[in-house]
């Protein structure tokens, strides 16, 4: 979040906020926080998944907007403040559709599941509007000493996340990670190849943002996940499906974005 602060302009992440009209902005919210954790609902009817692994998967389908991939967004040619407003309003409304959504799918399993809205907010504001903040002011007064800073703060956020996964994963021990089968990573294919489409299908913006956000969406936040299934719900085992989906996801947004380049060289010689 800090190298992401670092390398915006407010203006221009405003600007894209002004070319989305409100049915877009309706369907937006459908794709990413409705479609997806309806996606994990349908999995256990295809494929033969455990009520951990599928309630991991869940809490990644529930938790949009993860900020790793945002600066490497710019680097493949996507729209990078369109993906840093989209992080930002899917921060915003994350307190408010999370307990929502939780509790409805756990009255489809006769369990009341409630999350404090105001803890996910604190939570929120500390580890994502605090250090965006935080990042924007360090670009603004000292922009050299930021964009020395960007390429180490987005390295070490890499490296904080890929070690709290593996510590996760080390701490349910083999038992727990000898159980798991075929099925789940390929479940986690299925959501992040859905999340994609879900724009793809839903939002008919114009084609750098149908892009962009399609790209975005299936960067599900499995740190956020994480934080649900261990400090909220106390659900340690659905800790592999969210690791599983964190290894999925960049294979499939790489595919992705090959596939939206692949199709502008193929129109290209054509047009000319």
Same mark, same amino acid.
């Given at each position: 979040m800090l190298s992401i602060g670092m390398s915006l302009q407010y203006g221009r992440i405003i600007a894209g906020y002004r070319r989305m009209t409100w049915s877009v902005w309706m369907r937006l919210l459908l794709a990413t926080f409705i479609v997806p954790p309806a996606i994990v609902l349908l999995?256990?009817? &295809? #494929?033969? $998944?455990?009520?951990?692994?599928? @309630? @991991?998967? #869940? $809490? /990644?389908g529930v938790a949009p907007g993860a900020p790793l991939m945002t600066r490497n967004i710019a680097k493949r040619g996507f729209d990078m403040h369109m993906a840093a407003g989209?992080?930002?309003w899917g921060a915003m409304l994350t307190p408010v559709m999370i307990p929502l959504i939780v509790f409805a799918a756990g009255k489809l399993y006769d369990r009341t599941i409630w999350i404090p809205p105001h803890e996910l907010l604190l939570d929120i504001a500390e580890k994502q509007f605090l250090p965006l903040l935080l990042g924007m002011a360090v670009a603004h007064f000292w922009p050299a000493i930021s964009a020395k800073l960007q390429p180490i703060m987005t390295m &070490? @956020?890499? /490296? /904080?996340?890929? /070690? %709290?996964? &593996? %510590? #996760?994963l080390f701490k349910l021990g083999p038992t727990v990670l000898k159980s798991l089968t075929i099925w789940l990573p390929l479940s986690a294919l299925v959501l992040a190849v859905g999340s994609v489409l879900a724009i793809r299908f839903l939002l008919r913006a114009d084609v750098l943002t149908d892009r962009t956000l399609a790209i975005c969406n299936a960067n599900r936040h499995v740190g956020l996940a994480l934080l649900l299934a261990g400090h909220f719900l106390r659900a340690e085992r659905a800790l592999p499906a969210v690791a599983a989906y964190a290894l999925i996801a960049p294979l499939v947004m790489a595919a992705t974005s090959k596939w939206f380049h692949h199709g502008e060289a193929a129109v290209q010689p054509a047009v000319a």
């Open positions: 999995l256990p009817h &295809i #494929f033969p $998944l455990s009520l951990p692994e599928m @309630g @991991g998967l #869940f $809490l /990644v989209y992080q930002l &070490i @956020g890499n /490296v /904080v996340l890929t /070690v %709290a996964i &593996i %510590a #996760f």
